[in-house]
């Protein structure tokens, strides 16, 4: 029986782990290889850690930080961060990481993916898709850390990234990040019925309840987060934990 993979995302600002509301309001949470540690003990599907200043500040997400979580992971991880060239992704990937995530560079340029996938193979290529309204109301693609729109609609946006050669593509609600009021249904579904690539939930899950709606009802492959795996529960005590197979029923 098929189970989708269930994610913890880490946000990383100068090699600190952290946590964003609506990526705002960064909270400090602690040592990024100790989580690793414990989520090893707890035995992740997988982890994605995601440089959340690096594009911004035009630099690579730290290569020694890759080696170091290649040397302690027991489950494959992905990482994202100022990733800009075709070297960037080798070297990566050469630190220990099995994928890698795109978001700046994909919106900018995106026959950069093709060229990626071309060189790397499509299950090496993971786009997140940022996802909030714009002034006027509109749902758009966004990059720069959720500072910029693109001019793609997201469901736009996740078929051409499927078009040039993306393997799988996480949909993240802006607005619902780290509210751990659920995740946006509706976006993850349309997305989920637009392509045939794996489509990852982010955005908005607080309780093992949200990772079922988003396998059910959103159609997702995968179902990540980032407060329900740091946080004890909604008073956002600190506590990196992970469900047990026997407490998600899908």
């Known amino acids: 029986m098929f189970r989708p993979r269930i994610i913890p995302v880490l946000l990383l600002k100068d090699l600190a782990l952290v946590k964003s509301v609506q990526f705002k309001n960064y909270k400090y949470i602690g040592d990024p290889i100790n989580a690793v540690r414990i989520f090893n003990d707890l035995e992740a599907d997988e982890l994605v850690f995601l440089d959340i200043t690096a ?3 035009r630099r690579l997400i730290s290569l020694d930080f890759v080696k170091a979580v290649g040397e302690e992971s027991q489950m494959p991880f992905c990482v994202g961060g100022g990733i800009r060239s075709l070297e960037n992704i080798k070297a990566v990937i050469r630190a220990g990481a099995e994928k ?3 978001n700046t560079c994909a919106g900018r340029n995106p026959e950069f993916v093709k060229a990626a996938s071309d060189e790397f193979g499509s299950s090496t290529i993971v786009i ?4 909030k309204r714009t ?6 693609a966004w990059i720069l850390g959720g500072s910029r729109a693109t001019r793609y609609s997201p469901v736009d946006f996740a078929r051409l990234m499927e078009e040039k050669g993306a393997g799988e593509l996480i ?4 607005e619902r990040d780290g509210t751990m009021k659920g995740y946006d249904i509706d976006l993850i579904r349309s997305i989920s019925q637009a392509v045939s690539i794996p489509v990852v939930a982010l955005g908005g899950a607080g309780r093992i309840e949200d990772l079922v709606d ?7 492959n995968g179902l990540a987060a980032g407060s329900l795996f740091v946080y004890q529960d909604r008073g956002r005590g ?3 934990n992970y469900p047990q197979r026997t407490d998600v029923s899908f």
Do not use: M, P, T
């Open 171 to 174: 949909i993240q609600s802006i």
């Open 128 to 131: 997140c898709v940022d996802v």
């Open 100 to 102: 890698v995530v795109l």
């Open 238 to 240: 600190v506590l990196i």
């Open 135 to 140: 002034f006027f109301g509109f749902e758009r």
């Open 214 to 220: 988003g396998y059910r009802h959103g159609f997702a």
């Open 55 to 57: 594009s911004k500040k």
